[in-house]
């Protein structure tokens, strides 16, 4: 899972390695982390610190709809 706080010092890290892509994993419960509840606000940070890089993000996306289990 990306956290912001986290990727605050790897960005640089990545941009003076001449990194140009992350890929990185967001987890449902990141976006839903109760029911009716959803919040985007730690991805947005997550976005706005790559393009501060100037680095592309690819997101992989673990929703309940590919990783839950079957009805």
């Known amino acids: 899972m990306i956290s912001a706080d986290y990727m605050k010092v790897v960005w ?3 941009a ?3 990194v140009n892509t ?3 994993a967001v987890p449902w419960d990141m976006i839903k ?3 009716g509840n959803f919040t985007f606000d ?3 940070r997550v976005i706005e610190g790559a393009r501060e890089h100037s680095l592309r993000l690819v997101l992989l996306w673990f929703g309940s709809f590919k990783n839950g289990l079957p009805a």
Do not use: C, F, T
């Open 12 to 14: 640089p890290k990545l």
């Open 16 to 18: 003076a390695a001449k």
């Open 22 to 24: 992350v890929l990185g």
């Open 33 to 35: 982390p109760e029911e």
């Open 42 to 44: 730690e991805l947005d």
